[in-house]
């Protein structure tokens, strides 16, 4: 197998390792550009799109430990198109972009467009692309954040990047406690790494699976994630696998009707087992209801009284192992059945968009600002 897509997915745990190494070695100088305006009062807004805005929506629920407790996560395609909903002249925004290239039309246009409605802005940049246009602003309220060169996806699928980008914001909440939460990181890698070599042959035969449609749970900060697990498979798949997300409770208030005979259904189990209660109890109703292909789930310990599933993966992290670098580890199951299905399709992984449909660059966005 010589695709990036493929590599990418398997370069993460040490992807996440270099991250870290960034991170740290700019330590000071991110503590005292975050300090400076959060203690200014300034509000944590997180923004991408696709794959880049799930990373907020996701970090939205994990960073609710850190001080960037509050943050709120809105999609650069929502602020370019309408900024004065999100902001106004008495707003003090620190926002935060990610973005693999920084070339897109959408990232660019929302750093102009929120500096041109909110009061005062201060922004972190948190790119994989040294040369794109965003990291090629420099101004006094700009902390740019460049991750190490290979996150740079070459796929058209946002794999390493997206995981990588999360993790590093995820450290810049916890820039104080950086030395300490190594061992996290070592331990988020080691399971991961593990989990892959495991688990890899097991996700190719379900992906060998003829299903139609998928749909990702997941509660909290693993909704987000779920998200981006939509994707994955949809983008790799190029939409001939239907996609959707969803949380556990909300996915009983309708959409559960999407489940038919060719659905597979994947359960992102939450940690808490406060959370896990409901979950499990949809777990049960659908098993016992039966009108599904094939069921995933993915759990960092194996509860006691979970049902049957057609696979199941156990990620193997101690008990109160931090969500905020735990819920990453999850996404690698969508990325794995995403590349495998795409193969199976007899598509090519790392431009899955046989008619040109989508790009690994968003083209053809007109910026009116």
């Known amino acids: 197998m010589n695709h990036y897509t493929h590599k990418e997915i398997l370069q993460q ?22 300090d400076k305006y959060l203690a200014d009062g300034y509000s944590v807004v997180l923004c991408g799109a696709g794959s880049s805005a799930y990373i907020g929506d996701a ?58 409605t909110a009061g005062s802005v201060a922004h972190i940049f948190i790119t994989c692309n040294a040369e794109g246009a965003l990291a090629r602003i420099h101004q006094d309220n700009v902390l740019s954040i460049i991750l190490p060169p290979e996150t740079n996806d070459l796929s058209l699928a946002m794999t390493s990047s997206c995981s990588s980008m999360l993790l590093a914001c995820s450290m810049v909440a916890r820039i104080h406690e950086i030395e300490a939460d190594k061992a996290c990181i070592d331990i988020l890698a080691d399971r991961i790494e593990k989990a892959i070599a495991r688990y890899e042959a097991a996700i190719k035969e379900i992906a060998g699976l003829d299903f139609k449609r998928a749909v990702f749970l997941g509660s909290g900060s693993l909704k987000g994630i779920a998200e981006e697990s939509r994707l994955k498979l949809q983008e790799l798949t190029d939409g001939t696998v239907m996609c959707a997300f969803d949380s556990f409770l909300g996915f009983r208030h309708g959409p559960k009707a999407v489940i038919n005979k060719e659905t597979l259904i994947v359960y992102l189990l939450s940690s808490n087992p406060d959370v896990q209660r409901y979950e499990l109890d949809l777990v049960r109703t659908i098993r016992q209801q039966g009108r599904y292909r094939a069921c995933v789930t993915i759990c960092q310990q194996v509860p006691e009284d979970l049902p049957e599933s057609e696979l199941l993966i156990e990620t193997g992290f101690p008990k109160d192992f931090p969500d905020i670098y735990s819920c990453i580890s999850y996404v690698f199951v969508a990325q794995l059945l995403g590349y495998y299905k795409s193969l199976a399709f007899g598509l090519d992984p790392d431009s899955p968009s046989a008619d040109g449909n989508i790009s690994r660059v968003v083209e053809g966005v007109t910026l009116y600002i």
């Open 59 to 116: 970090l939205e629920c994990a960073l609710s430990s850190t001080r960037f407790r509050g943050a709120r996560s809105i999609a650069t395609t929502d602020i370019l198109s309408n900024p004065g909903l999100y902001f106004n002249s008495a707003s003090k925004v620190l926002l935060i972009s990610f973005a693999r290239s920084g070339n897109s039309p959408e990232s660019v246009g929302a750093v102009k467009a929120v500096e041109q």
């Open 13 to 34: 745990p040490r992807m996440w390792q270099e991250t870290y190494g960034v991170i740290l070695s700019r330590k000071d100088e991110i503590a005292a550009f975050t």
